[in-house]
């Protein structure tokens, strides 16, 4: 079956730009992660969704980075007027449920993942 | 919240047994210990998950001592195509979940 997608796969954008990267779920799945990874760098968690909730919105790293989920299905990034800083690689994932049977949370299915330099 | 440490890296031979470690010392009582595998360019894929005690599934197996600060991957007799880093991954609920990865610990394979 269709795993999860994103889009684009690659962003180039002048500073200062807004961007909008997009994560289309495995159908059915109910939780979505957002996470980011820099050049050489592990994984940064940025945000979750439980349905269209996101219950805490810390790790996202400034004002400037905002997300959405709609339908329980697809979400958004957004971050508005970009910086050098923010080139990285961003990860969506979705799992079933955000705990699996009520212990240990889901097993996550990554996408591909979004390349974004800000130049 | 949880923090994790790894190695950094870690070199082994084709055949050979691996064995990762990754620190997790203020782990909470309802947090599980979740292993992902990364390629190059690729996102992480899923490896195992366990809470105490041994997990072994088809590709590794889990040791989780009684304290439950650490936790070992172990992967047997590697091959050049397991060559990826390899994450662990700690989930806290503290009102809300934070998912914190290890900073990875990258594995060579050498023939």
């Known amino acids: 079956g269709a795993g999860v997608s994103q889009s684009p796969s690659n962003k180039v954008t002048e500073k200062g730009k807004d961007v909008e990267l997009r994560c289309d779920p495995i159908?059915?799945?109910?939780?979505l992660y957002w996470y980011r990874q820099s050049l050489g760098q592990g994984l940064e968690f940025l945000i979750y969704?439980?349905?269209?909730?996101?219950?805490?919105k810390s790790g996202l790293p400034s004002d400037r980075f905002s997300a959405e989920r709609t339908g329980g299905s697809v979400s958004t990034l957004t971050i508005q007027r970009t910086q050098q800083e923010d080139s990285a690689v961003y990860f969506c994932a979705s799992s079933l449920a955000l705990v699996a049977g009520g212990r240990g949370t889901d097993t996550q299915y990554f996408g591909p993942g979004t390349r974004l330099t800000v130049l | 919240l949880a923090k994790t440490t790894q190695p950094i890296s870690m070199d082994s031979y084709e055949g050979q047994e691996v064995n990762i470690t990754c620190s997790h010392n203020?782990?909470?009582?309802?947090?599980?210990i979740t292993w992902y595998q990364q390629f190059p360019s690729q996102g992480p894929r899923f490896i195992i998950q366990g809470y105490k005690t041994k997990v072994t599934n088809e590709v590794a197996s889990l040791f989780i001592p009684a304290d439950r600060k650490s936790s070992t991957l172990s992967l047997p007799r590697v091959s050049l195509s397991d060559t990826a880093v390899y994450y662990c991954l700690v989930a806290s609920r503290a009102g809300s979940y934070q998912l914190t990865f290890g900073k990875g610990t990258k594995l060579s394979v050498i023939p």
């Open positions: 159908s059915g799945h109910t939780a």
């Open positions: 969704f439980q349905g269209n909730s996101a219950p805490d």
């Open positions: 203020n782990i909470a009582t309802n947090d599980y």
